[in-house]
């Protein structure tokens, strides 16, 4: 048996009486790769680029979308959805093409059209989410906005671990929503704070409900 449940249960970070500042999000993600396997480091490394502003080209998302792994192949074609879609909207709004800085492949169709599974996101409406995004976009607050844009983030990763069971994609949805976290306990720390006991709660309950199947492993 892999070290996904035992890595989980262990990270110190999962406390109900933490408090903004004490936690030191890349520890904690340093103390799950301390516990993974090198193949499991390696597709952990591939998700931590996707948080780096400066890895975020079209090679990045080729190269995901390239991945073994379901969970970022998935997570980041929504990603770039998401992206591309925030793209559209400022250029509308700024009276540019609507297409400029659009991350696109060399014969300049979009990187997941190319893809082959995702469908075509020429189109804003032409993703699930893209009217519920479209309408968080159009929000007067910016916070509000940014926590609607985050809210639709970590509800993709719930929905892209729904059937998994302390593996590697529940640790990735895990790092992601600490990305999340980390975020807002900068911008923002009553949200910060929220966020993070909603995380909590959550694992906490995946415990519950499957430590007898983990103990009789």
């Not at 959805?81 to 700024?94: E, G, Q, Y």
Request: with cysteine.
């Amino acid at each position: 048996m892999d070290n996904y449940y035992y890595i989980i249960a262990g990270l110190p970070a999962l406390s109900r009486d933490w408090k903004y500042g004490e936690t030191d999000f890349s520890s904690i993600i340093g103390e799950i790769k301390d516990g993974c396997t090198e193949k499991d480091r390696e597709i952990i490394g591939l998700l931590e680029q996707g948080f780096d502003d400066g890895c975020l080209d079209r090679e990045f998302y080729v190269r995901t979308q390239a991945s073994g792994n379901r969970f970022i192949r998935e997570y980041f074609a929504f990603d770039l959805n998401v992206r591309n879609a925030k793209t559209r909207f400022l250029n509308n709004a700024l009276g540019r093409d609507a297409d400029k800085d659009i991350i696109c492949t060399e014969n300049g169709e979009d990187t997941m059209r190319t893809a082959g599974v995702f469908g075509d996101i020429a189109e804003p409406d032409s993703f699930d989410e893209a009217a519920r995004l479209d309408a968080i976009l159009h929000g007067n607050d910016i916070l509000a906005r940014e926590r609607g844009i985050d809210d639709l983030m970590w509800e993709k990763i719930d929905s892209l671990t729904v059937f998994s069971y302390f593996d590697i994609n529940t640790i990735l949805g895990f790092i992601c929503k600490l990305h999340i976290l980390d975020r807002w306990a900068r911008l923002d720390e009553q949200t910060g704070r929220e966020m993070f006991r909603k995380l909590v709660d959550e694992i906490m309950g995946t415990f519950n409900g499957n430590n007898n199947k983990i103990n009789n492993i």
